[in-house]
């Protein structure tokens, strides 16, 4: 059974860095594609994030482009988010996920399999 714990979560002001990270426990994922997701209050759960399974390659939303950087320590078993730049409409709770076999990165929530119980990031104007 694989489990997923984030941390990292809290509440900064506007323009502040955080860093999140997720740590596997239950089984390494040295070959799964990992990935980032948040749910924003009253709205639906959104791609933020993903990884492949070496770190070389990553691929983001637009909406954090060049603010927030993935990537992993599969030596740890653990995968980071660098937020920086932080916004008010970054408030969320953040989740990882874990693909069950694929090391292809995906921004499809459909494709995981493995979810933790998210770490709330509160960002105040």
């Known amino acids: 059974q694989v489990q997923l714990v984030e941390s990292g979560g809290g509440l900064v002001q506007t323009g502040a860095s955080l860093r999140l990270s997720c740590e596997a426990s239950?089984?390494?994922?040295?070959?799964?594609?990992m990935g980032w997701f948040r749910q924003a209050p009253g709205k639906e759960r959104e791609f933020v994030a993903t990884?492949?399974?070496?770190?070389?390659?990553?691929y983001y939303a637009d909406s954090v482009k060049g603010r927030f950087t993935i990537s992993r320590d599969n030596a740890k078993n653990t995968v980071y988010l660098e937020m920086n730049s932080l916004k008010p409409v970054d408030t969320a709770v953040y989740f990882c996920?874990?693909?069950?076999?694929?090391?292809?990165?995906?921004?499809?929530?459909?494709?995981?399999?493995?979810w933790g119980q998210g770490t709330q990031v509160t960002v105040s104007s």
């Open positions: 239950g089984r390494t994922l040295t070959s799964n594609s």
């Open positions: 990884i492949n399974w070496s770190g070389t390659s990553a």
């Open positions: 996920a874990a693909r069950r076999s694929s090391r292809l990165s995906s921004p499809k929530q459909e494709d995981y399999a493995y």
